[in-house]
């Protein structure tokens, strides 16, 4: 078995789609907030808020959404991490690689 750090969480992060199906009126709501990187909490004109107080949505589910919102951005941090030293490795090999053709052609 290959050692795959952060398999997981690519898989995970796959999912996002479909946490965006599930919470498709609190994404659609958030669409009509104000400021549009509005986080729902002391923003003025909040749409989402607003539904909250209202009563549109429920508030435990709201939580939910919230709460999963963290969870994908921890994770999305975590990807542009990875691919970032995948990125780095990739380039270095690359450059090793010219380096070497390089050497080669010297010859
Ligand atoms: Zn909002």
């Known amino acids: 078995m290959l050692d795959t750090p952060g398999m997981r969480e690519l898989q995970l992060w796959d999912g996002d789609e479909s946490v965006q199906l599930v919470f498709e ?8 907030c104000f ?4 986080r729902h909490q002391d923003e003025p004109q909040c749409a989402v808020r607003e539904a909250l107080v ?12 919230g709460k999963l919102q963290r969870e994908l951005k921890y994770l999305a941090r975590r990807r542009d991490k990875l691919s970032e ?11 090793r690689l010219a380096t070497e053709r390089a050497h080669l052609k010297r010859r």
């Not at 009126?25 to 009509?32: K, R």
């Not at 209202?54 to 709201?62: E, N, S």
């Not at 030293?85 to 450059?95: Q, T, V």
């Open 25 to 32: 009126d609190i994404e659609t709501l958030a669409g009509n």
């Open 54 to 65: 209202a009563g549109t949505i429920d508030a435990d589910r709201y939580e939910s959404y």
């Open 35 to 38: 400021f549009s990187d509005c």
């Open 85 to 95: 030293i995948m990125e780095k490795k990739k380039w270095k090999k690359l450059s």
